[in-house]
């Protein structure tokens, strides 16, 4: 169970993912996300209209809530090895709307199963399995907002996974370019935020973050004039923008690039320009640990960790977790990484993604998944398919060189 037990760890400290929603002048809005993570298998899931999720068992109800898909998806999803994780960490449905589930450290909070009463027994989900819920049975972001408003919204409760409850947020988005944020705290409850700046990180609150971009008047693209009689440095107008790996920091990036970028015109434009953003957040192996937290703090982690392991050591199996990245799957895993970027093209209906090892991009588009099958697809790949070799296309200049 010692690898249970380190996924959990590794999981409560790692911190960092991004969203970021760009529109073309066309019409066309591109939801770009990235996933910070331990080393973890992630695969691409299609999934088909009709297709039925069946709930956890609540203790007070006697039958699970089910509920089927109303549209087609296509998701990403960690594998454990022998297991599937039950959250989607991001998808679209063929409706055109986008689903993510991010890390929210030290501020989310579900309550237990067990609080529930026999008037949820009939609508209720896991906190896990929220995105799963939304791309199953919502067609638009104003669908979710009125959802929520009139009470049909299900319940939402803690699911544990890995000996863990995740803390999380989510972002849904749609083709129209409309998006709402939606938190649960134990201070307030649930909260829905329409975000009207196109990015979202991860802790604190979100409107925590807004605030926090009153602090950041002065970046702009030009540069500044003259200092102490010299001219500045190019990019000077950017100068005081953060730049480390932390979430505030993050999203003070991503929503000043966001902001000053060069819209584009095109679907194809908006496609290039939201991988190059996503890039500006890039993270190697060796730069983010996860023992950034107090040794104290990690030491409680991993004891919570073990008891719940032991606790349920007769009624699990060892887990193996294969790592598809560079480093080796029995090396101590230690970093955050960016395990891959998915960009997602609402209105076409495509997903385009990357993984660490594999940097090129891919695609799958719902107008040509299965219709009655769920498919599956590894998101990394290796080095050696990242690139083309082009020096056989090399032709000789024959003017003045």
């Not at 863990?164 to 938190?183: C, N, R, S, W």
């Not at 923008?241 to 000053?260: C, E, N, Q, V, W």
């Not at 996503?278 to 004891?303: L, R, T, Y």
């Not at 385009?352 to 107008?367: A, F, K, M, Q, W």
Request: aromatic content about 10%; glycine content about 6%; hydrophobic content about 30%.
């Amino acid at each position: 169970m010692l690898l249970v037990t380190i996924l959990a760890t590794l999981l409560v400290l790692s911190e960092q993912c991004q969203e970021i929603r760009m529109i073309a002048e066309d019409g066309n809005v591109i939801v770009s996300r990235s996933m910070e993570f331990a080393q973890i298998d992630a695969y691409v899931v299609a999934e088909p209209r009709d297709l039925e999720h069946t709930m956890p068992e609540l203790p007070n109800c006697e039958e699970p809530f089910r509920f089927r898909n109303r549209y087609k998806s296509v998701k990403l999803r960690w594998n454990y090895g022998n297991s599937w994780s039950n959250a989607d960490s991001d998808g679209m449905n063929s409706a055109g709307v986008s689903a993510s589930t991010l890390y929210f450290p030290n501020f989310s909070h579900f309550p237990d199963m067990d609080s529930l009463t026999e008037e949820h027994c009939d609508n209720s989900i896991p906190h896990l399995r929220v995105g799963k819920y939304v791309l199953a049975m919502f067609g638009s972001v104003q669908e979710i907002r009125d959802a929520i408003n009139n009470g049909t919204f299900p319940e939402v409760y803690a699911e544990e996974e890995e000996g863990m409850v995740h803390p999380l947020h989510y972002q849904f988005a749609d083709k129209t370019g409309d998006a709402v944020i939606l938190e649960y705290t134990k201070q307030r409850g649930r909260q829905v935020y329409n975000n009207t700046v196109g990015v979202l990180t991860n802790s604190p609150n979100y409107d925590w973050h807004m605030e926090n971009l009153r602090n950041y008047p002065q970046l702009r693209p030009e540069n500044w004039g003259e200092v102490h009689g010299m001219k500045s440095n190019g990019g000077s107008g950017t100068t005081g923008m953060p730049g480390d790996y932390s979430s505030p920091s993050r999203f003070i990036k991503a929503a000043t690039l966001l902001k000053h970028v060069n819209k584009p015109q095109t679907k194809n434009e908006a496609l290039m320009q939201s991988f190059h953003l996503m890039n500006a957040a890039d993270i190697p192996q060796g730069i983010v640990m996860f023992g950034s937290h107090s040794e104290d703090e990690e030491e409680e982690q991993s004891k919570e960790s073990n008891k719940k392991d032991k606790k349920n050591k007769k009624n699990k199996k060892d887990k193996k977790a294969k790592s598809r990245s560079t480093r080796n799957a029995h090396e101590d895993v230690d970093y955050d990484q960016t395990s891959w970027i998915a960009v997602k093209s609402l209105t076409e209906g495509c997903l385009y993604y990357r993984g660490y090892s594999d940097i090129s991009i891919r695609r799958v588009c719902l107008d040509s998944t299965s219709e009655d099958r769920t498919m599956v697809l590894p998101v990394d790949g290796k080095w050696k398919n990242s690139y083309k070799d082009v020096t056989n296309d090399m032709e000789e200049w024959e003017g003045q060189y």
